[in-house]
């Protein structure tokens, strides 16, 4: 099936993937910035996310081959990608298995090592919100709270919410899928994957998704790479700093 996406502005395609439980709209602003250099931004909500389908089977193969349906229905014979978090790591795989395709690789906060599962929290507020009950935006983020203590993390969360019939609401995600294998989110890159392509690995000055003990096993996979850091920005540092982060890419693919 294809992939739910927002398409803004014409030129070389450039395809932006999101994090878990996020979806396209969370780049919108940045996408429509990138668009006005002459590229064809393509904000894609991967299974289970957004406005795209939703499917028992969730991991990076089968965001890999999601993508690859996406890039043969669009006839695209060359792109730019950008994958932040979970996005990044499927990312990392598409451009392994599908390097021909890949002219310019922007992995965001984010390492081909395995990450232990820390989103226990997250995803056991969110399955406890009562829809039952609730009837608006501040009745959701009222109940997160108790379990998501930091607002900027539940207005991301919150961003999920939609009304799917008069008077109800509901989240886009499929959590049930999601929180069964919420396991498969850390998964590494296989160790015998590797592309030889330009690839740009940006961290954030206050994130620790990627320690300066993960340069080597990024050297290993993306022999051609350089990693950047983001100055006074966390792991959401296309929000957090997003002129520095503009920029940053901007530089890179032109």
């Known amino acids: 099936m294809l992939l739910h996406s927002k398409i803004i502005?014409?030129?070389k395609p450039f395809l932006i993937l999101h994090g878990f439980l996020g979806m396209g709209d969370n780049w919108n602003t940045l996408g429509l910035k990138f668009s006005k250099q002459h590229y064809q931004v393509h904000l894609i909500d991967q299974r289970n996310h957004g406005r795209s389908f939703h499917d028992k089977h969730f991991n990076y193969d089968?965001?890999?081959?999601?993508?690859?349906?996406?890039?043969d229905y669009y006839q695209f014979k060359e792109v730019i990608l950008l994958g932040h978090s979970m996005g990044g790591k499927a990312a990392m795989l598409f451009a392994t298995v599908y390097d021909y395709l890949v002219q310019k690789l922007i992995v965001?906060?984010?390492a081909p090592r395995?990450?232990?599962i820390h989103h226990d929290a997250i995803l056991k507020g969110l399955s406890f919100l009562n829809f039952k009950k609730i009837?608006?935006?501040?009745?959701?983020?009222?109940?997160?709270?108790q379990y998501v203590f930091d607002s900027g993390t539940?207005?991301?969360?919150?961003k999920n919410l939609y009304w799917y019939e008069k008077g109800k609401l509901g989240l886009r995600i499929n959590l049930e899928v999601l929180a069964k294998n919420v396991h498969e989110v850390g998964e590494p890159l296989p160790l015998s994957n590797n592309f030889i392509g330009k690839t740009l690995f940006l961290k954030g000055e206050l994130s620790e998704y990627i320690s300066?003990?993960?340069?080597?096993i990024i050297e290993q996979h993306f022999p051609d790479s350089h990693l950047k850091i983001i100055q006074n920005a966390g792991h959401w540092l296309h929000a957090e700093n997003p002129m520095d982060f503009y920029n940053s890419v901007v530089d890179f693919i032109t």
């Open 108 to 110: 965001v906060d984010i």
């Open 114 to 116: 395995f990450y232990p």
């Open 9 to 11: 502005g014409a030129g």
């Open 62 to 71: 089968v965001l890999v081959e999601d993508l690859k349906y996406y890039c």
């Open 154 to 158: 539940r207005l991301f969360l919150l």
């Open 135 to 145: 009837t608006s935006r501040k009745e959701a983020d009222k109940q997160l709270q």
């Open 212 to 216: 300066m003990d993960d340069e080597s």
